[in-house]
């Protein structure tokens, strides 16, 4: 079968593609960027890619007619104030077009709905479900409420506080109930209710057997860590303190922990499960579904991560526009160095970032991830998805991958943190010689000021990394 994949460079994405391919199916890929869309070889024979952008009617005219099905695995909560008025014209965009082709069953994966009165963040998902029911085709909802698996959201959030804090004072909402499921479930129901008719025209909520509150969550990682961990919950902390507390101690945005932080107060339980004996499927628990997340983890074999989304960082434009470093009107910091033994410093250069560090002064890299904190960037907490892999696209602490290349021995990053400017950092290695160039392109008077302040700590970080980079 022929399955449209709108979605496919996401986190479920990601995961639920190479199962649609080992399932017999031919995917029709749909990213907004092709230059960060990089699937493993072997699913490159079974797999179209196409560069289509849900908001922009005219690109949509690349979706094939020939369709079997689809999925709708689209979400804007973290890339804008305005996110319901995206994802409402993204899914009636959507409708259209597949309303034209002959796909005749349509997945959409949202949120558990249950309670009367919502977050913006599930009314949001609730208007976008009415939206594709709408459509010449069977529809099935699949509700989801937090998902556990190495490079979620939601885990990385649990992680965050419990590695980090041994004691936490904490908002009210710890106390909701929710009911969470394993990442591979989430895949696995996907994957089984395409064309399975007797799932067309519902709606199904999809769990694991706990409901648990975010305090036993917390608690229960802390236990499958071997941490001793102290919660006390107080109902003093408003929804703005309680952003602030998730987007200083953990690596989401601040947009993000504000569309969570609302949507935490709504109880996410499951009432209509009849999927399970439809699919024949039984969800792990959530300590299984932590055991198999930790193990993926230490093996390094996290598939994706919610922070190689455009929803983490600030680039809302395809990579390949960053990729021309500019030359005029732009302060440039170049150095070089010769290379006694090319691999290790290129092993060492695509290492670079999150646990490895940046080599050289560190601390002072971690001085301006806290900075850039307090003005509502990045920082540094994002680190990088895998220790010794960077693909376009991903994130490296407050950097985007622009450009990878190993064998040519050529990287580049674009910075995601605030700056009164654009500012790249290149890695090249040709001939035996390491060059390292840092491109500021200042954003008028107070950019020119930022460059001459910071150049001295460039002049004492960027020749000690250099150095570290060919030892």
Known sequence: MRILLAGASGYIGKRLLPVLIENGHQVICCVRD???????PELTSHIEVIEVDFLDRESLSKIPKDLDGAYYLLHSMASSSDYETLELRCANNFREVIGKTKAKHVIYLSGIINEDSLSRHLESRKAVEFELKKGKYHFTTLRAGIIIGSGSASFEIIRDLVEKLPIMITPKWLSTKCQPIGIADVIEFLSKAIFKEEVYDQSFDIGGPDILTYKEMLLGFAEARGLERKIYIVPVMTPKLSSYWLY??????YKLATALVSSMKVEVICKDNRINEILGINPIDYKTALKKTLFKIKGNEILSSWKDSWS?????????LNLSVPKFGCFKDERTIEVNDIERAKDKIWRIGGDNGWYYGTWLWKIR???DKLFGGVGLRRGRTHPSRLMPGDALDFWRVLYSNKEEGRLLLFAEMKLPGEAWLEFNLKDNVLKQTATFRP??????LYWYSVLPFHGF????????LVN
């Open 312 to 320: 983490s960082g600030v680039i809302d434009q395809k990579i390949d």
């Open 461 to 468: 970080i960027f020749k000690g990394m250099l150095k570290e």
């Open 248 to 253: 200083f101690v953990t690596s989401t945005s």
């Open 34 to 40: 092709v230059s960060r869309f990089n699937p493993e």
């Open 443 to 448: 954003m008028g008077l107070s950019g020119r």
């Open 369 to 371: 991830g806290f900075l």
